[in-house]
């Protein structure tokens, strides 16, 4: 077995961070092993996702074409992304042919004007039409949801036939309903159930393919509760138009709880029912069952909005690559951070006509662009804290190494090979800062030590 072995130590240094006193750490011995012939997943090329509220294409003007701002940050995130449109507020919208007569019911729609925006948004063919020309814009493609939970089985074949007519190519795939595991006490009866659920789905489901032979599907979008998952794959392979397995997966939350906050989020936190580990093995074993991959639809930091202070920090960048690539290397295919708005966790914030922004989060996805397509390699570390993190990976003969270092000190890796004379270093002030985030490459001295800085994510080229 081919091994290159990584060793180092934190360096003992106090840092201030966080507006915490850091104490001083003695130095650990960190070490490394990377088995190059035990290859793992690899990350496909549509990986990086946002996901917005459906509500929010009831202004045709926020995704189009002749919004060149938002399109050119879609971009440069990547230009083979996944946008998915569906969330809460896709239960209480509907379709209209001359929805385009409408006036705009607001400029934007996020989860920070969720409960605040009347609900009841109209989408239109005009509305289809720009974004379309968007997708064609940015090079991304779409996963769009239906109204299952207040909607009508004639308003979903409608929508859903204009969508696959105007959208064409850029479609993906429909989901049907958003969150059905939350309808209970809410759309329908407490005692709604997994099988009643499918039951609904395969209605609809019959009705959208009698009129669009050729569409596709995924599911079950659902918000923790995996039977409902579980009751979906087993069914998926009767339907060979069910092509991916969704699901959302919170960090943390609600946003107004005392225990979200970045050392719950950077440390975990076990007591939030939110998606635990536990619940992710079960899903991803349920889809491997059936062939199906899994994609985490809609998710971030902290639901409920996000937290300022936590969602809109440097934290949430760090934790944001860990997350990316911790999900990547168990085998999930790509993962759509929610936003929209002004909501803290969203990674791009504003409207057309003030101009959009980009929170740290951004930042942290972006970071993820150059490793797309490359395999992950087997990696055994030994002695690092709590907060460090490694990815070792392969693209095209080149390898990789990601280092991310959540904790209050420097990390110092010896190494036993060379690495390339630059790295991609992204850090800040302090983990609690809101900015700004820096991105830059770094030079490498060409000798078998590397440095982490604190607070920092680094990708070496080796």
């Not at 239109?124 to 779409?142: M, Q, Y």
């Not at 996963?143 to 190519?169: C, F, K, P, Y």
């Not at 107004?256 to 536990?278: A, F, R, V």
Request: one cysteine or more.
């Amino acid at each position: 077995m081919m091994r290159r072995q990584f060793l180092g130590g934190l360096a003992a240094a106090a840092v201030a961070c966080s507006g915490r006193r850091s104490v001083a750490q003695e130095s650990v011995a960190v070490s490394l092993d990377i088995h190059e012939r035990e290859a793992g997943y690899e990350i496909p090329g549509d990986f990086i996702g946002l996901s917005y509220e459906t509500a929010q294409v009831a202004n045709p003007d926020f995704f189009s074409p002749a919004d060149k701002q938002l399109a050119d940050l879609f971009r440069e995130l990547t230009s083979t992304g996944v946008l998915r449109l569906g969330g809460g507020s896709s239960e209480f919208t509907a379709y209209d042919p001359v929805g385009d007569q409408l006036p705009r019911p607001f400029e934007v729609f996020g989860p920070d004007t969720s409960r605040t925006v009347k609900h009841g948004t109209v989408n239109s063919p005009l509305a289809l039409k720009n974004l379309r020309g968007f997708l064609d814009a940015t090079g991304w493609k779409l996963i769009w949801g239906l109204n299952l939970g207040q909607g009508t089985l004639e308003n979903a074949v409608r929508e859903a036939a204009a969508v696959d007519e105007i959208v064409g190519s850029r479609l993906i795939a429909f989901q049907i309903g958003n969150e059905p595991d939350s309808f209970r006490n809410r759309y329908r009866p407490a005692n709604y159930a997994p099988e009643d659920f499918m039951k609904e789905w395969n209605s609809f489901h019959a009705a959208i393919l009698a009129k669009i032979p050729q569409a596709k599907f995924a599911g079950p979008d659902i918000s923790n509760k995996v039977p409902y998952f579980t009751a979906f794959a087993s069914e998926a392979p009767q339907h060979k138009d069910v092509i991916l397995l969704t699901a959302h997966s919170y960090a943390m939350g609600p946003a107004g709880s005392p225990t979200s906050t970045i050392d719950s989020l950077l440390d975990g936190n076990p007591k939030l029912e939110t998606q635990p580990d536990d619940k992710l093995d079960v899903i991803l074993a349920a889809a491997r069952n059936v062939g199906l991959s899994y994609r985490m639809s809609e998710g971030n930091s902290c639901w409920d909005g996000g937290k300022a202070g936590v969602s809109d920090t440097l934290a949430s960048a760090l934790w944001c690559i860990d997350y990316m690539l911790n999900l990547a290397q168990r085998g999930v295919s790509g993962v759509n951070f929610h936003g929209g708005g002004n909501g803290f966790y969203t990674p791009i914030a504003g409207a057309p006509s003030t101009g959009f922004m980009k929170r740290p989060e951004y930042f942290g996805i972006q970071f993820m662009r150059p490793l797309l397509g490359s395999r992950f390699l087997q990696t055994t570390p030994t002695g690092a804290g709590t907060r460090v993190s490694a990815y070792a990976l392969r693209s095209a003969n080149r390898d990789r190494l990601v280092i991310i270092n959540k904790e209050d000190s420097p990390i110092v890796i010896k190494t036993s090979v060379t690495p390339k004379t630059s790295a991609m270093l992204l850090t800040g002030a302090a983990l609690d800062s809101k900015g700004p985030i820096v991105v830059k490459e770094i030079p490498v001295a060409r000798e078998n030590t590397l440095m982490v800085p604190t607070h920092s994510a680094v990708s070496y080229r080796l």
